[in-house]
């Protein structure tokens, strides 16, 4: 039976239907067993019936009063404490009523003349308490600590998410303000490219507004992002910008995280490309092979680079946010390798998708 099928008979059945059952299920177990040692069953069935007139207010009185106020949270001496006396307390009732109910009832030809403070017999009778008391206990406390994983899975999806929406929010203005420096600059040259430049921002701001806000997106739409801001990217560095993206892989039928690789590929343009006077490079190659998906991105760093330099190069905005998106997004189904040399940076991604 499926997990949710299972769930809204346990908890979408009505409680005092499931009580029923209880008490029905309880009642002619131990009437078919004590009626299969007596050859009585009719007779037994009373019996049990009428000791479930006392066992019923032990158990609703320790589920609904003694488990809330001191198992649940914690006191755990109190509760004991407690269900000792009500152990003690209903079996003595249980006595009581086999003396003036029961024995009349069902052996009026007995000439056993009951006491009622017979401590044997109500010790005796403590094994009609204790038993349904704590089957009751365990029950009510598999659906108190069922309802509470469930609370606890829910508060944590909550917060993940909220997180991964303050994540990707922060992925979003940030790559903005990199676009629009971008296109600020060749506004100023008068380039005839701005127009092209402003027709895909508005193809890329479409996408981050629009189309990346589910869960998962195809990965051929996160490619065509990336290509789209390396083409904005050419515009402003022109020749001395060297680029080689390498795709292979039946990646049309995929899907990942949105915002995952352009990330990458921003931060070499910002800490790499940028920082460079002469010709720089940078090598970009997705490979999917089955259900994995290797991304390398590999960009020359400036030679005047100091070691200031570096440690903003690892500690950015942009990796500190893709770190964490994968975290927990992906968690042990990524690799995120770094590689600082000096005069490259490598990064090596691997995830499971």
Not at 83 to 99: A, C, E, N, R
Request: net charge neutral; glycine share 4%.
């Amino acid at each position: 039976m499926p997990k949710i099928e299972l769930e809204q008979l346990l908890f979408k059945t009505p409680r005092v239907l499931w009580h029923f059952i209880f008490w029905v299920v309880f009642i002619t177990f131990f009437s078919l067993v004590y009626g299969f040692f007596e050859d009585d069953y009719g007779r037994q069935f009373m019996i049990q019936l009428t000791d479930a007139v006392v066992q019923a207010p032990a158990v609703y009185f320790t589920i609904y009063f003694l488990m809330p106020r001191f198992l649940f949270k914690e006191k755990y001496l109190e509760f004991f404490v407690f269900i000792i006396l009500v152990i003690l307390g209903f079996s003595t009732l249980i006595w009581i009523d086999y003396m003036f109910i029961q024995q009349p009832l069902f052996w009026p030809e007995s000439d056993y003349q009951p006491t009622l403070f017979n401590i044997g017999k109500i010790l005796k009778n403590t094994t009609k308490i204790y038993p349904i008391l704590f089957l009751a206990i365990v029950i009510k406390w598999f659906k108190y600590w069922y309802k509470e994983q469930k609370a606890n899975q829910q508060l944590a999806s909550e917060k993940l998410q909220a997180e991964l929406r303050f994540l990707k929010a922060q992925v979003h203005p940030h790559f903005l303000f990199n676009t629009l420096n971008n296109l600020y600059a060749l506004t100023l040259k008068q380039s005839k490219d701005a127009p092209e430049v402003v027709l895909k921002l508005s193809d890329l701001l479409n996408y981050m507004l629009y189309e990346c806000n589910a869960d998962r997106v195809p990965l051929s739409k996160e490619i065509k992002l990336v290509k789209d801001y390396i083409s904005l990217e050419k515009i402003r560095y022109g020749k001395r910008l060297n680029i080689s993206f390498n795709v292979r892989g039946e990646v049309e039928s995929k899907t990942v995280a949105p915002m995952l690789i352009l990330p990458f590929v921003e931060n070499c343009f910002k800490h790499g490309v940028s920082e460079e006077l002469d010709e720089s490079w940078m090598n970009i190659d997705l490979e999917l092979k089955q259900e994995n998906l290797t991304l390398k991105v590999e960009n020359s760093k400036s030679k005047n680079g100091g070691s200031e330099d570096r440690f903003e190069y690892k500690e950015g905005i942009g990796l500190n946010n893709v770190k964490r998106r994968l975290e927990l997004l992906y968690g042990e189904n990524h690799e995120l390798d770094l590689h600082d040399e000096t005069d490259s940076f490598l990064v090596i991604l691997k995830i499971k998708i």
